[in-house]
């Protein structure tokens, strides 16, 4: 079974500043998608960027970028310029490419901002 | 277009009843999952739906159960409601018949407290 692990429960970042949440997974796959989702306080979760397990290029998108180190089953998150809209949980996810929706998450790393 | 909506928003059931959530999908979307979301175990699957039929199922007894319906939207229920049944449930939908990187957007959820 796949398992995904965030060691850091909690994180704080100053605004403007940059900040790295660390994710790593274990798989026997080879096909799979990686996902980073955050979810504000008593809000609805979104997504935040993905990664196709076969795309050797980092995904980035605005803000947000990853490092994703397949032989090492790594996937961080790098948030730069945070603003205090970041502060969050932030889910790690992982997903097999057999077909199923099905999302394996980690435990979460709560993220404040400091102003 | 409107997202994935969860009634009820709120729940406080008894122990041993039972209850009914239901997952409206965004218009267009035939994939739904389900979620269980606690403080302590975190996110953990619990089914998976595509056009009717469930595709995958989590680790939980059978006192949770689930359907979708031909307009895509879906129910859980939960029997014989036990204390430890007291989390965030939410749903999620996907335009993915087959997996793939496709976004899940989640729908608010619904907190079940169980007394």
């Known amino acids: 079974a796949q398992t995904v692990t965030q060691s850091q429960p909690e994180m704080s970042v100053q605004e403007a500043e940059t900040v790295t949440l660390s994710c790593t997974y274990d798989t026997s796959e080879s096909d799979y998608y990686l996902f980073w989702y955050k979810q504000p306080p008593s809000r609805q979760m979104i997504l935040v960027i993905r990664q196709e397990a076969y795309k050797q290029q980092n995904a980035t998108e605005n803000r947000f970028s990853v490092n994703f180190q397949k032989a090492a089953k790594s996937f961080s998150l790098k948030i730069s310029d945070s603003q205090l809209g970041d502060a969050a949980m932030y889910f790690c996810a992982y997903r097999s490419g057999g077909g199923s929706e099905k999302l394996v998450f980690g435990k979460g790393t709560k993220l404040t901002v400091n102003p | 277009k409107a997202g994935v909506t969860q009634t009820p928003r709120y729940l406080i059931k008894t122990r041993g009843q039972q209850v009914t959530l239901s997952c409206s999908p965004i218009s267009g979307h035939r994939s739904v999952s389900w979620y269980q979301q606690t403080p302590g175990q975190g996110l953990q699957f619990l089914f998976e739906y595509f056009s009717e039929t469930q595709r995958n199922k989590g680790n939980f007894p059978g006192r949770f159960s689930g359907r979708q319906f031909s307009n895509s939207r879906s129910e859980m229920n939960v029997s014989t409601l036990e204390l430890g049944d007291s989390a965030l449930y939410l749903c999620?939908?996907?335009?993915?018949?087959?997996?793939?990187?496709?976004?899940?957007?989640f729908g608010p959820g619904t907190r079940l407290t169980v007394t």
């Open positions: 999620a939908s996907s335009l993915a018949p087959r997996g793939g990187s496709y976004e899940q957007y």
